[in-house]
T-cell receptor
């Protein structure tokens, strides 16, 4: 049973460019959340996708957008990259019971390390 | 707004010592609390999850307790080993937040042989 997978593992971009990160959830999970973790900080919630729609969003600008596909996999897109976007981007999957809060633990992927020069 | 604090930021102990990692949160109306482990440059591994109705959870040498009324949780590690060296993160999920997790900054633990 594959856990959460993310691609690519590392990425280097320059300021102003755009980037797309990918996530495949754990088998049986239907919800994907994205987090940004700057060096020495705890992860910060970006947004969550359920049933192909953005269900909740953290305090991130519109440059950050996402998508969820019918197979529950997800993409995170960041436009007009800034130096401050350099971070580890983590994807977490979970199973929402009857549309309510998660009852079980969330499973995190290994992350994508993004460096913006 | 929920805030999670973990102090100290770093801790160094000799092998074999029992230790306690602390986590505090500002809003006691949480749905659950999780402790994660993160190795350098890696993703998060869930260690223990405590539902708001529970007081503690145990897994092997790990025991996590939750006191909602005081906004505190502790992670107890028995007989620490060098392999326990990692960053330990505490995260809370609040009702109505649809499983969004609010994290502390973590405690970096070093266990000396």
């Amino acid at each position: 049973d594959a856990g959460v997978t993310q691609s690519p593992t590392h990425l280097i971009k320059t300021r102003g460019q755009q980037v797309t990160l990918r996530c495949s959830p754990k088998s049986g999970h239907d919800t994907v959340s994205w987090y940004q973790q700057a060096l020495g900080q705890g992860p910060q919630f970006i947004f969550q996708y359920y049933e192909e729609e953005e269900r909740q969003r953290g305090n991130f600008p519109d440059r950050f957008s996402g998508h969820q596909f019918p197979n529950y996999s997800s993409e995170l897109n960041v436009n007009a990259l800034l130096l401050g976007d350099s971070a580890l981007y983590l994807c977490a999957s979970s199973l929402v019971l009857a549309g309510g809060p998660v009852q079980e633990t969330q499973y995190f992927g290994p992350g994508t390390r993004l460096l913006v020069l | 707004k929920q805030e999670v604090t973990q102090i100290p930021a770093a801790l160094s102990v000799p092998e074999g010592e029992n230790l306690v990692l602390n986590c505090s949160f500002t809003d006691s109306a949480i749905y659950n609390l999780q402790w994660f482990r993160q190795d350098p440059g890696k993703g998060l591994t869930s260690l223990l999850l405590i539902q708001s109705s529970q007081r503690e959870q145990t897994s092997g040498r790990l025991n996590a307790s939750l006191d909602k009324s005081s906004g505190r949780s502790t992670l107890y590690i028995a007989a620490s080993q060098p392999g326990d060296s990692a960053t330990y993160l505490c995260a809370v999920s609040s009702p109505g937040a649809n499983s969004k997790l609010t994290f502390g900054k973590g405690i970096t633990l070093s266990v000396r042989p």
